[in-house]
């Protein structure tokens, strides 16, 4: 199979041979722009993207073009990476029964296929909301319960779990894997999001400029990945696995673990090391330091009978922080974050910025001292190249030498080479780098920043999470709203957890996520309680333990 899309002359698929066996469970992963998506697509014959196409697919022995469009429409399901964008119905309830309707089923067979499967997913209470009303955990479960009740053989999924908090994910895996194990249904999933996946995988395909360069069982992958020595995939390997493969000293392939519970066995086989002495890293503690943000009793409701979705909410951010908000899909975050830079006035209470109103901080003051970053970077772009956005940036702000600058930052963030380029025509990580520069451009002296590793494959994060760095170290005051707990303990300085409005508790990020069972990472889950250091993160266990011995 070789995919071209029209007018382009570079190829999204390249000469790619691959079977898929009945009842397996794939994992396709790799760098943004290789070409998951395009040949997921492809396996879905309606939604299909339009192109060159060289080279057959086959589904059960016999051409998809040979297919009565009707079974392949059952047959095989496709579950979006944006849940709104496979919503189309103003009820939950319309939502569940839209495919079944289209397709003529009777009245009988669809009360029969909806009472079995709202038992399954137990969302017997959301029948009656319509779907603005969901998080998006539960639109990305809806999606999923409209397409199962189709009863398909293949389920195709495009990042479900990249706009989930973590235990609406592991749900969402959790589920996948009962359908896989339970029904013999066929499950292939492209996805970022690695660490509880390589577990359940029958298979693990990784891919690179539209080519598979590797293709096995889990523990066959990471050996042979290590063996190379490939430091392009070598990040994709949970944490877990590449604690095991690093620190042991004889590793073997049988012996690599892939979720906490072979890790906990593994580890218990290691020296007992003493217990480190940890000073006081209470951020939240010391005096002098400047209150740059201040929320005090905020209340805010988006309709005027609707929820309260802010309740009573109190938040300080300091001065040069990098401060992180997490919690579950629908607690408040965004919110939080629009309140802070304006975007929305609180019905009770006050949002303060270096003492002032924000709501008194109009126009151009408060442009230049805050700046934004969206989960979807490119509703930034109004302009067709990256170059004309910046440039149009140096003009806003009125900046000195603005050419400079932009050159400057251009080579900072590495979009040098993407100067000419369209933003839509970027990959998730390019599109977040040049609207940071853009943003840069007139120095404000606080950065918001939604989801920012939304869709971003481990290299694109890491990178990102060096920028994040660089700006921190520079002055730059950081506030972000993220599921990712990984990033939130590698990068912020202090996190808060909200719950149903309200922030439930801030500190560090030990304070914090060590010793819970969700809001934790899966490093955390294998050392506590056990004979080596409790680590937070990969890089804190591999700094903490003594090397490896030779015996």
Known sequence: MTFGFPDMEWKALKDIHLSVREGEFVVLCGPSGCGK?????????ELAPAGRRKGEIYYEGKRLEDWEERLLIEQIGLVFQDPDNQIVMDE???EIVFGLENLGYSNFEMRKRVAEMVHFFGVEGLLRLKPSELSGGQKQMLNLLSVLLLKPKVLLLDEPTSQLDPIAAKELILILER????????????????????????RVLMMEDGKIVYDGNSKAVITELYARGDERFIPYVPSISRLYMEKEVWPRLDGIPLNVKESKEWIRTLPVYPALEVADADATKGTGRQRVLEMKDVYFQYEKKGSMILKSLSLDIFKGEFFALVGGNGSGKSTVMKACIGSIKPKRGTVCYEGMEVSKLKGRKLYERMAYLPQNPRTYFVHDTIVKELEEAVVRHDVKNGTAKMEELMK?????????????????GEIQRAALACMLIGSPDILFIDEPTKGLDPISKKRFSEVLYRLHREGLTIMMVTHDIEF????????????????????TADQLFKGNYFYTTAINRATRSSNVYEA?????????????TFT
């Open 488 to 507: 939130a303990a590698r990068n912020a300085q202090r996190c808060a957890i909200m719950f149903d409005g309200e922030i439930t508790v801030a500190g």
């Open 412 to 428: 900072a963030f590495n979009i040098t080479h993407l100067r000419d380029r369209h933003p839509y025509d970027c990959s998730g």
């Open 92 to 94: 939950v309830m319309q």
């Open 37 to 45: 998506t395009t040949l997921l697509r492809l396996l879905k014959k």
């Open 536 to 548: 937070l993160t990969l890089e804190e266990a591999i700094e903490t333990w003594p090397a490896p």
């Open 179 to 202: 359908l896989n194990k339970e029904m013999g249904m066929t499950v292939i999933l492209v996805e970022h999001r690695l660490e509880e996946l390589f577990g359940v995988a029958d």
